[in-house]
């Protein structure tokens, strides 16, 4: 699974940016091998809109989900609607941010799976 995450910095140790729009970066990680692109934010200096062209360009990148700190209804909505999932208030560093999604992700798999049995 590919995931997007705002970051601070262009590392797995940067820690995760408040604000979609605005975060600097995004590194599009592979939730199981920690392998990661970075993706420098164009919109990052928007004086408006920069929510929703942000998600519009990561929904471009064939991204499975998106950890961020905030993010607006308009942003949500374009992801949501290209099927990406969003988690956000997530903080601490990318790395954390991509353990905890995955384990959540892993955990919610095992019990929809138990359901079906």
């Known amino acids: ?57 990561i929904a471009d990148l064939g991204v499975d989900a998106v950890i961020v700190g905030g993010i607006g209804p308009h942003g949500y909505e374009i992801l949501s609607d290209a099927g990406i999932t969003v988690s956000s208030d997530e903080e601490g560093t990318v790395e954390e941010s991509v353990t905890n999604f995955k384990r959540r992700y892993e955990r919610k798999k095992h019990f929809e799976a138990m359901g079906s049995d």
């Open 1 to 57: 699974m590919k995931i997007g995450v705002t970051a601070e910095g262009d590392t797995l140790d940067s820690y995760v940016a408040d604000d979609f729009g605005h975060a600097p970066y995004f590194l599009i990680v592979d939730m199981d091998t920690l392998d990661y692109v970075v993706v420098e934010n164009e919109h990052k200096d928007a004086v408006s809109g920069a929510g929703m062209l942000v998600a519009k360009a």
